[in-house]
């Protein structure tokens, strides 16, 4: 059984920063693509960032150069650095994982940006 845990969500300024962590645990091997996504109230859920195995990252356009994704394999955890937010940002933040050929979710971080 694997469970990923976020963790750092909160209320900030616009403008300000936060730093989101998702450990993963459980009978782990290796995991492939991490990622970030999110869902506002009334939208859908959608990509924030991702990083494979090998630290190759893509963002969605509404983050990129605010937002970076990494990870620590030895600790099976990845994270995502947000600066210069904006209250559109506000969402709930899910973690992904893919584990050999299965994907498994995060409960989700709350992140609200306040102008």
């Known amino acids: 059984q694997v469970q990923l845990v976020e963790s750092g969500g909160g209320l900030v300024q616009a403008g300000g920063s936060l730093r989101l962590s998702c450990a993963a645990s459980?009978?782990?091997?290796?995991?492939?693509?991490m990622g970030w996504y999110r869902q506002a109230p009334g939208k859908q859920r959608e990509l924030a960032a991702v990083?494979?195995?090998?630290?190759?990252?893509n963002y969605a356009d509404a983050v990129n150069d605010r937002f970076t994704i990494s990870r620590d394999n030895a600790k099976n955890t990845v994270y995502l650095q947000m600066n210069s937010l904006k209250p559109e940002d506000t969402a709930v933040y899910y973690c992904?994982?893919?584990?050999?050929?299965?994907?498994?979710w995060g409960q989700g971080t709350q992140v609200t940006v306040s102008s």
């Open positions: 459980g009978t782990i091997f290796s995991i492939n693509a």
């Open positions: 992904r994982a893919v584990i050999a050929k299965y994907i498994y």
């Open positions: 990083i494979t195995s090998g630290g190759s990252t």
